[in-house]
């Protein structure tokens, strides 16, 4: 992909992003006015919406994770193979 | 005049750089990884949803509405927790080429888990029977659809192993080519270890 290419896309993208930015502060805005102040109902949103929050972290940080015990694992059984090829030539010589 | 004898030095092998070759992990485990976080999605929406209407009702479940069966379904937890097994055991016994092994495994677990959905909607059917449906309100709505979103996952699990224990018994699976049978063992896992999260949630809380 081209420089300029890429530029454009990142321009774009960036002014979608400032022009949704009003938006959304907007609907924050409503939702809390039209929940009230500490009810039930307003909790149950604030435990769901934490929720909601949370499990793309969990998902994004289980997926590195697995990456990363993924690479250890094929790093060290690499090493282990390698090291089994040198004792055997060591023993044939 | 003496001489001097110097003990042959032995030449020092450098150290050995072993770059393992070849990406982390295959495609197919990362298409697996891909599926599953995009369920586990759909799964946190549906779940969020449910917080929603249990955190802000203070009688849960309606007065008027049938409890749920607890003891039946914690049995048919059981059931499809044990189904992991066995197709676990199938997965290890494809890697090692042992076909006709993984064959019965995967029956085996393709049976588990139509027990499982066999016994969840004779349930069903006798909570309709009571008076809940889909159309009671939030807690038959919510139910039914978290519920049934996990059972249609488990119908489509069922028939995936279905479909791979086909393919093993026509040994279309090897010790190294079984990208198709570790998916769908994934799969299971997932739709396994998602009841261990719905059922408390649900059925429990």
Known sequence: ?93 | MTTLAVAPTRRRRPPLVVEPQGPVVSNARLAAALIIAGESMLFAGLVGMYLVFRLSTETWPPPELPRLPVLVTALNSIVLFASVVPMHRALQAVRRGRLVVATRLAGLTGLLGLLFLAVQGFEWVRLVRHGLTLQKGQYGGAFYVLIGCHALHVLVAVLWVAAVTVLAERRRFSAERHDGFEMCTIFWYFVAALWAGLFPLVYLY
Do not use: H
């Open chain 1, 1 to 93: 992909m081209g420089r300029a290419v890429r530029q454009s896309l990142a321009a774009v993208l960036l002014a979608s992003l400032l022009r949704a930015a009003d938006a959304a502060a907007q609907g924050c805005a409503m939702c809390g006015t039209a929940l009230g102040a500490n009810g039930a109902r307003t909790r149950a949103f604030q435990w769901s919406i934490l929720f909601l929050m949370a499990v793309p972290y969990v998902l994004a940080g289980g997926f590195a994770g697995w990456l990363y015990l993924a690479a250890r694992r094929r790093r060290a059984a690499a090493r282990a193979a390698a090291g089994f090829a040198t004792d055997y030539k060591e023993s044939l010589s």
